[in-house]
């Protein structure tokens, strides 16, 4: 068996990005820089979706979201992430999954 790195198997998925419509929000970015001191979503999401910015704000692009409801519920300033699946026909097709 040949192993397979897990940004391998990723690279396999396909997305159908809804452009103009992100399935999830941040609420009040204002939060994640003023209150969140960990900013837990910029490490735990697998997809890499939520970024640090240098001046404490975290940046969301949706591309690439596995739906995996992560950053929905990991969140430390409770529920400042507006959180719903794309619509149909959008989102992460797996190829394996
Ligand atoms: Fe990342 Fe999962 Fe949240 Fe998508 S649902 S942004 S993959 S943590």
């Not at 397979?4 to 396909?14: G, I, P, S």
């Amino acid at each position: 068996m040949i192993p397979v790195k897990v940004e391998e198997k990723l690279f396999q998925n396909r997305y159908r990005v809804d452009a103009g419509r992100p399935h999830i929000n941040i609420i009040d970015s204002a939060t994640c820089k003023t209150e969140c001191k960990t900013q837990e979503c910029t490490v735990c999401c697998p997809a890499g979706c939520y970024t640090a910015e240098g001046n404490g704000q975290v940046v969301l692009i949706t591309d690439g979201c596995l739906e995996c409801g992560t950053c929905r519920i990991i969140c430390s300033t409770y529920r400042n992430v507006a959180w719903e699946y794309p619509r149909g026909g959008y989102g992460v097709l797996f190829k394996f999954g």
